[in-house]
């Protein structure tokens, strides 16, 4: 198991194969899935095999967030190709709600930023949310990413924001 980041608050580390239901439970409460695109079931399966394959032949993946003084799951972060540009990388994170309004999103998209940076050739990372989660804007923004035009996908109009290397 292979650890991204650790900090006195939380571990980013690589998921263990017997944490799918872990991961599942964390896409069971709507008010943590709201602004994500709809997504089934079996599909969120799916993604979870798809990480742990990715941890044996890539660099980027998804990650679990762990709290480092309980062990509680908090949530999940993702860096990939941004599909829109395949130069630039794509991060995201979904939190587990008991962790909003704790820092703890900021500290992980520094993390997972500085992680793209070091591990990959990308001069930028970029990171799209729904117009209406202006809590996740905010995130981006401590975290030093410029808000650009809105983005559409899939028919969807979407924030956009950039860092580029230093």
Same mark, same amino acid.
């Given at each position: 198991?292979?650890?991204? +980041?650790? #900090?006195?608050?939380?571990?980013?580390? &690589?998921?263990?194969?017997?944490?799918?239901?872990?991961?599942?439970?964390?896409? !069971?409460?709507?008010?943590?899935?709201?602004?994500?695109p709809d997504t089934s079931?079996?599909?969120?399966? &799916?993604?979870?095999? =798809?990480?742990? &394959?990715? +941890?044996?032949?890539?660099?980027?993946? /998804?990650? @679990? $967030?762990?709290?480092?003084?309980?062990?509680?799951?908090?949530?999940?972060?993702?860096?990939?190709?941004?599909?829109?540009? $395949?130069?630039?990388?794509?991060?995201?994170?979904?939190?587990?709600r008991e962790y909003w309004?704790?820092?703890?999103?900021?500290?992980?998209?520094?993390?997972?930023?500085?992680? #793209?940076? @070091?591990?990959?050739?990308?001069? =930028?990372?970029v990171a799209i949310t729904?117009?209406?989660?202006?809590? #996740?804007?905010?995130?981006?923004? !401590?975290?030093?990413?410029?808000?650009?035009?809105?983005? $559409? /996908?899939?028919?969807?109009?979407?924030?956009?924001?950039?860092?580029?290397? #230093?």
């Amino acid at each position: 198991m292979s650890t991204l +980041y650790q #900090s006195s608050r939380i571990i980013i580390r &690589e998921f263990l194969s017997q944490e799918q239901q872990t991961f599942l439970d964390l896409f !069971k409460d709507n008010q943590v899935t709201q602004y994500l695109p709809d997504t089934s079931p079996e599909r969120y399966v &799916e993604m979870f095999n =798809e990480l742990l &394959e990715n +941890y044996e032949t890539k660099n980027l993946s /998804r990650w @679990a $967030i762990f709290d480092t003084t309980n062990n509680n799951f908090i949530g999940i972060c993702v860096a990939r190709i941004f599909a829109h540009n $395949i130069k630039q990388i794509e991060i995201g994170y979904v939190l587990s709600r008991e962790y909003w309004g704790k820092g703890i999103a900021t500290e992980v998209c520094k993390a997972i930023t500085q992680y #793209s940076f @070091a591990n990959t050739n990308t001069k =930028e990372i970029v990171a799209i949310t729904d117009l209406d989660n202006t809590g #996740s804007q905010n995130v981006l923004q !401590k975290a030093g990413f410029k808000r650009l035009d809105n983005l $559409i /996908r899939n028919e969807e109009e979407l924030a956009y924001f950039k860092i580029e290397r #230093s």
